[in-house]
């Protein structure tokens, strides 16, 4: 059975258009993880800063997995956009 994971992440005022180009810059890698089925980048349309990804996984291992492999380059990159460290959650069918 598929696992889905949402996750959230809110933008810094003026910061919004990069977070946006980031995480849109990153859901082709996550697509190609081992274990990833799809990988969907959506915009709050009432609150601009906010945004979620919705991951399809083949399992939650797979997901966590995929996470310990992303550059520590990377995460240096977003933080500094982020108001608060993302979060997420794991769901079934």
Same mark, same amino acid.
């Given at each position: 059975?598929?696992?889905?994971?949402?996750? =959230?992440?809110?933008?810094?005022?003026?910061?919004?258009?990069?977070?946006? *180009?980031?995480?849109?810059?990153?859901?082709?890698?996550?697509?190609?993880?081992?274990?990833?089925?799809?990988?969907?980048?959506?915009? =709050?349309?009432? =609150?601009? =800063?906010?945004?979620?990804?919705?991951?399809?996984?083949?399992?939650?291992?797979?997901?966590? *997995?995929?996470?310990?492999?992303?550059? /520590? *380059?990377?995460?240096?990159?977003?933080? /500094?956009?982020?108001?608060?460290?993302?979060?997420?959650?794991?769901?079934?069918?």
């Amino acid at each position: 059975m598929s696992t889905t994971r949402i996750s =959230n992440f809110e933008a810094h005022d003026g910061m919004a258009d990069a977070l946006h *180009a980031f995480l849109r810059s990153i859901v082709p890698l996550i697509e190609k993880a081992p274990g990833c089925e799809s990988c969907q980048l959506l915009r =709050n349309q009432q =609150n601009t =800063n906010a945004f979620v990804v919705i991951e399809t996984w083949s399992s939650i291992e797979a997901h966590q *997995a995929s996470v310990k492999d992303i550059p /520590p *380059a990377k995460i240096a990159e977003v933080m /500094p956009m982020l108001v608060s460290p993302p979060s997420g959650t794991y769901y079934a069918t």
